[in-house]
């Protein structure tokens, strides 16, 4: 079974109910051993390494069969993957906005600072509109909401409201309902303040 989870990766561990760790220690020497660059994820399952969070979720789908989270028709599959690839747009953009109001010294540009609000602006409305069904590959849990689901997690830790888009308001109300997320939530959000870097969204 999973040894060292993160976030997307223990959320799935969760779903399937093999045993996963969160663990907040990337820069440690047996972290580094694990992955040289020094990031999360790292996924180990007996004598199988497996870095990056897609490829650890892709992993686990077809080493724990016994709770599918792929559909069967290829058509519906390969929405599921669309949407797993698309999520990493998701965090991009909000990333951007994060880091510009992080700035301090220099400040930064209000253009750039519009420019990132717009495009996540705008990324948000596309989701807004895949989670239409109830969730961003239809109507069923998949494994694309376990790739998304801890990033619009993320965004109400950061003060965003989603009060402009409310059927991702709803899924992410639906997602707070699913035990696992509670249980793969990082610590250290629950022993740090909460900052309000999206609550302009």
Request: proline letters at 8%; glycine letters at 4%; aromatic letters at 8%.
């Amino acid at each position: 079974m999973p040894e060292s989870l993160p976030v997307p990766d223990s959320l799935l561990s969760q779903r399937k109910q093999s045993e996963g760790e969160y663990r907040d220690e990337h820069k440690a020497p047996e972290f580094m051993a694990l992955n040289a660059r020094g990031q999360m994820p790292a996924l180990v399952d007996g004598d199988v390494i497996v870095c990056e969070s897609l490829a650890a979720l892709l992993y686990l789908e077809i080493a724990y069969p016994e709770h599918p989270l792929l559909p069967s028709g290829s058509r519906e599959r390969a929405l599921v993957y669309q949407r797993m690839l698309e999520s990493s747009n998701l965090q991009e953009k909000a990333v951007a906005v994060i880091s510009l109001k992080q700035r301090s010294d220099p400040k930064p540009d209000p253009a750039d600072m519009q420019r990132a609000m717009e495009a996540l602006q705008a990324e948000l409305k596309l989701w807004d509109n895949h989670t239409k069904d109830g969730f961003v590959a239809g109507s069923e849990f998949t494994l694309a909401d376990t790739a998304t689901g801890p990033i619009v997690l993320a965004f109400q830790r950061y003060g965003a409201s989603f009060k402009d888009y409310p059927k991702l308001a709803r899924y992410d109300e639906t997602l707070r309902a699913r035990s696992a997320f509670h249980k793969t939530s990082p610590p250290q959000w629950k022993k740090s303040p909460n900052p309000d870097w999206l609550s302009d969204f």
